[in-house]
């Protein structure tokens, strides 16, 4: 069992930047790939970045890609969400997730979620 506990989401203005952290515990952090998905009001969750157990490997959506940083600390038992220039479109509910055998952008592969933490961004 893995838990996932989802910190820093809060409202922003367009064009500013949030960080997103999501706290592991249970089994072994680094034995795991990490996904954030989010999930905005009267849409499907969807996929936004995922990163290999190593750290080595990153993967972005199109929407996201060059705007989030996705990055983890193994040691710290830690994966964060570097949000810059945001807009409101990014608005949702974001999702941290953890499964093992590598990276996928598909939700219903991952077998653990944290609750999410909502990020608003809004003038």
């Known amino acids: 069992q893995v838990e996932l506990v989802e910190t820093g989401g809060g409202l922003v203005q367009p064009g500013g930047s949030l960080t997103l952290s999501c706290a592991a515990s249970?089994?072994?952090?680094?034995?795991?790939?990490m996904g954030w998905f989010r999930q905005g009001p009267g849409k499907e969750r969807e996929f936004v970045a995922s990163?290999?157990?190593?750290?080595?490997?990153?993967f972005y959506s199109v929407p996201v890609k060059g705007r989030f940083t996705i990055s983890r600390d193994n040691a710290k038992n830690t994966l964060y969400l570097q949000m810059n220039s945001l807009k409101p479109e990014d608005t949702a509910n974001y999702y941290c997730a953890a499964r093992l055998f590598g990276t996928s952008t598909e939700a219903g592969l991952y077998s653990y979620w944290g609750q999410g933490t909502q990020v608003t961004i809004s003038s």
């Open positions: 990163i290999s157990a190593s750290g080595r490997n990153t």
């Open positions: 249970g089994r072994t952090f680094s034995d795991y790939a």
